[in-house]
């Protein structure tokens, strides 16, 4: 609160709350605090912490996100995978008895062609922290390249708020009521969805990329 200052020759003096100005009047005090300096660079600081605080949060996603494929990496490598015998499968060819007018027939092959269900095909991932490929089951992987496609439009989303919301506060008054000045909630918004869906996408490799 503006406090009064007195005495000095006889005259009561008032001060600026930022800057400690000394004034003869109220009125006087009151103008100059409308326009004072300090006033406004005390605002402008708390943008700029504002600003800090949410490139923090981001780089401290990222980092998470990365430790969290590390150690996935190393699960995938650490598994071990049985090797196909390249031995040639011994074919049982039936007897056949001659019988009366009968003909000579002859066995057919039967091919045990994999399912969609048991198949697997390799799946390229570029999320940041997921990156690689990996071998997930054919019926599944349209499921996987669907939620990178969606993960890479939630990326540019969050970019464009970001430069967004940078360009807003170096343009905006927020000493004025009605100019409307961004908070910065948006963009918070929209770095929730961008960690929500990769750790979907974890999942999904987890469920169907043994």
């Known amino acids: 609160m503006k406090h009064e200052k007195k005495p000095k020759e006889y005259e009561t003096v008032w001060t600026c709350d ?20 300090k006033r406004f660079s005390s605002k402008k600081n708390n ?6 605080i949410i490139v923090s ?3 401290l996603s990222v980092g998470y996100l990365f430790g969290k494929n590390q150690e996935l990496q190393q699960r995938i490598k650490s598994t071990s995978y049985p090797t196909p015998s390249l031995e040639p499968t011994k074919i049982l060819t039936p007897t056949i008895k001659p019988t009366v007018k009968t003909q000579n027939t002859v066995p057919t092959k039967q091919v045990n062609t994999p399912t969609p269900e048991n ?5 390229p991932i570029s999320e ?10 054919e019926n599944k992987a349209n499921i996987l390249t669907q939620k990178q496609s969606d993960l890479n439009n939630l990326h540019k989303l969050l970019d ?13 008054n ?15 918004s929209k770095s929730n969805d961008v960690i929500n869906a990769q750790n979907e996408l974890r999942n999904l490799i987890k469920n169907y990329c043994p």
């Open 18 to 37: 930022f800057c400690d100005k000394e004034f003869r009047t109220k009125e006087e005090s009151d103008q100059h605090e409308l326009n004072c300096e």
């Open 47 to 52: 943008l700029i912490i504002i600003v800090i």
């Open 57 to 59: 949060v981001l780089l």
């Open 119 to 123: 198949k697997k095909v390799s799946v």
């Open 128 to 137: 940041v922290g997921l990156s690689g490929t990996y071998y997930c089951y």
């Open 160 to 172: 464009f708020c970001v430069n967004d919301f940078s360009n807003k506060i170096k343009n905006c």
């Open 174 to 188: 927020y000493n004025d009521p009605s100019s409307n000045c961004p908070s910065g909630d948006e963009c918070n």
